[in-house]
Nanobody, 120 residues
Framework: VQLQAFGGGLVQAGGSLRLSCAAS????????MGWFRQAPGKEREFVAA????????YIADSVKGRFTISRDNAKNTVFLQMNSLKPEDTAVYYC??????????????WGQGTLVTVSS
């Protein structure tokens, strides 16, 4: 499975960005596609995940109500819509894929990351 994340950039606080993650290779409905982020000097944290089949989602409390995860199965692409961005959302965002991974499972495949910078 190959993953390519894009859509990051510089945005002012309160603004919006949409990240995309294109997946190629062998995936199935049992896979979850997840978004994670890592801010400078901090550990990587879970942001959101969605199951290819059925669309079950998990959203971290820190972004609930502001971020939305969705998918386009026909295009093998997952999106992370980020609204009401805050400076503390600044991080490198990674997409990942894992078998039935949900919010706490193992993600075996990772994309290259895309930088999101939120200015105050």
């Amino acid at each position: 499975v190959q993953l390519q994340a894009f859509g990051g950039g510089l945005v002012q606080a309160g603004g919006s960005l949409r990240l995309s993650c294109a997946a190629s290779g062998r995936t199935s409905g049992n896979y979850y596609m997840g978004w994670f982020r890592q801010a400078p000097g901090k550990e990587r944290e879970f942001v959101a995940a969605i199951r290819w089949s059925g669309g079950s989602t998990y959203i971290a409390d820190s972004v609930k109500g502001r971020f939305t995860i969705s998918r386009d199965n026909a295009k093998n692409t997952v999106f992370l819509q980020m609204n009401s961005l805050k400076p503390e959302d600044t991080a490198v965002y990674y997409c990942a894929a894992g078998w039935e991974a949900g919010a706490r499972g193992v993600y075996d495949y990772w994309g290259q990351g895309t930088l999101v910078t939120v200015s105050s």
